[in-house]
C-alpha cells in the first residue's frame, strides 16, 4: 500500500545466496472448494518444487510441474464472530515509541496513522474512540459484524465533519496486528470478497514489525475500477542503492466481488510464494531485507495517486461500499 506503483510484470532482483530448500518433500493433493471455507488447525499447501530464479514468476494454470506439500500449524485466527476491537486489531498505523497513546484517539496531527497521504488517499480512518481534531469521540464505527462476517465500511464524510475529520471525502476503516501478532515466516491468508467502484481500493499485506519500510507483501490490493483484477506484490529495498524495487502481477478472479475466496502468502526462507484458493501463482526468491518478523494489515482505502485502476474518488464512486472479510488466519511451517 505504501509503494509509488504495483508492477504487472517482473523486475530483475539483485542476486541472492538460496537458503538450503529442506522443507518440500511428498506429492501435493488438490483442494476442493469445500476445503477452503474453514481455517483447519494444521494445513498442507502445495508448492512448486524446484527453485525460484532471479525473477519473480507467474506460474501457468497449466503448468505440470511437480508439486509438493508443505505442513503447517495456525498461529493466528479470527473468524469475526465478535468485533474485531475487543482483542486482536488495532484501528490505526502504529507510531513512534515517543508517541503518547492519546496522539492516536483525537487532537490536532492525530490523522498522521490514519491516512496515507503521500499515496493520494482521500479516507480517514476511523473508530468509536477518534475525535478527529477535536476531544470528544465521535463514535464513529466502520467496522460492522453480522453471521461471522466482518464489513469495513467506506463511506462518504457527513458535511458537518468535514472539518473535524481533516476535509477527508471519505470515512473508512484499518486494521493491524502490530503489537498483538506478528511471525517470521508462516502462511498468511484472507478470506474475503473484494469490493468495486471508483477510488476503491481494498487490500491485505503485511509489514516488518520493526516499523521499517520496505519490506513490504501486498497479498492482495484490488483495483476498484477494474471488476475482478487484483494485485499480490513484493516490495523491498536494495542495499547497495537504497532504491525500492517491486515484483508482482495482477489476476483476474471473475467473481471476486460476488464470492470469497482465499489469498494467500507463504514466506520461507529461499522464497516467497502467493496463493489464490490456496493454489501456487507466482512466487519470487526472498529479497534482502526480509529478515524481521512481519504483521498483518487490513485496510479499505478510497483513492490512490499511483495505484493503478483504483483512481480518485469522483463522482461515481459509491456512497457507501464494504470490504467483506470471513476470517483472517496465520501458520507457522512445522518442524
Wanted: contains cysteine.
Amino acid at each position: 500500500m505504501f509503494s509509488p506503483c504495483v508492477n504487472r510484470g517482473p523486475t530483475n532482483l539483485t542476486p541472492r545466496v538460496l537458503a538450503a530448500i529442506g522443507f518440500f518433500s511428498v506429492l501435493a493433493p488438490a483442494f476442493a472448494q469445500d476445503d477452503l471455507k474453514v481455517a483447519p488447525a494444521e494445513l498442507s499447501l502445495a508448492v512448486r518444487n524446484e527453485q525460484p530464479d532471479e525473477l519473480c514468476r507467474r506460474f501457468d494454470a497449466t503448468d505440470t510441474s511437480p508439486l509438493a506439500t508443505l505442513s503447517l500449524h495456525r498461529t493466528f485466527h479470527d473468524d469475526f464472530d465478535v468485533h474485531p476491537l475487543k482483542g486482536k486489531w488495532v484501528p490505526h498505523y502504529a507510531g513512534g515509541a515517543a508517541w503518547p497513546d492519546a496522539r492516536y484517539w483525537g487532537g490536532e496531527g492525530s490523522d498522521f496513522k490514519r491516512k496515507d497521504s503521500w499515496n493520494g488517499e482521500q479516507q480517514i480512518y476511523v473508530d468509536p474512540r477518534y475525535a478527529g481534531r477535536g476531544t470528544t469521540p465521535l463514535g464513529l464505527d466502520p467496522f460492522k459484524v453480522h453471521d461471522g462476517i466482518l464489513s469495513i465500511i467506506a463511506s462518504r464524510t457527513p458535511p458537518e465533519l468535514k472539518p473535524v475529520l481533516f476535509n477527508n471525502e471519505y470515512i473508512s476503516g484499518i486494521l493491524t496486528t502490530q503489537g498483538w501478532f506478528s511471525q517470521k515466516h508462516g502462511y498468511f491468508e484472507i478470506r474475503a470478497k473484494i469490493p468495486i467502484g471508483h477510488g476503491v481500493w481494498p487490500a491485505f499485506w503485511l509489514l516488518a514489525d520493526d516499523g521499517g519500510w520496505p519490506p513490504e507483501l501486498d497479498v492482495m490490493e484490488g483495483r476498484g475500477q477494474e471488476i475482478g483484477d487484483m494485485a499480490m506484490t513484493t516490495h523491498w529495498r536494495i542495499p547497495a542503492t537504497q532504491l525500492v524495487q517491486s515484483c508482482g502481477f495482477d489476476f483476474m478472479v471473475p467473481d471476486a466481488s460476488s464470492d470469497f475466496h482465499d489469498y494467500g502468502v507463504l514466506w520461507v526462507p529461499d522464497r516467497i510464494v502467493y496463493f489464490i484458493d490456496r493454489k501456487p501463482v507466482s512466487d519470487i526468491k526472498v529479497p534482502s531485507g526480509f529478515d524481521d518478523p512481519m504483521y498483518m494489515i487490513v485496510n479499505l482505502a478510497m483513492g490512490a495517486k499511483y495505484f493503478k485502476g483504483v483512481g480518485f474518488v469522483d463522482a461515481e464512486s459509491p456512497v457507501t461500499v464494504a470490504f467483506e472479510i470471513d476470517r483472517i488466519s496465520a501458520y507457522q511451517i512445522d518442524p
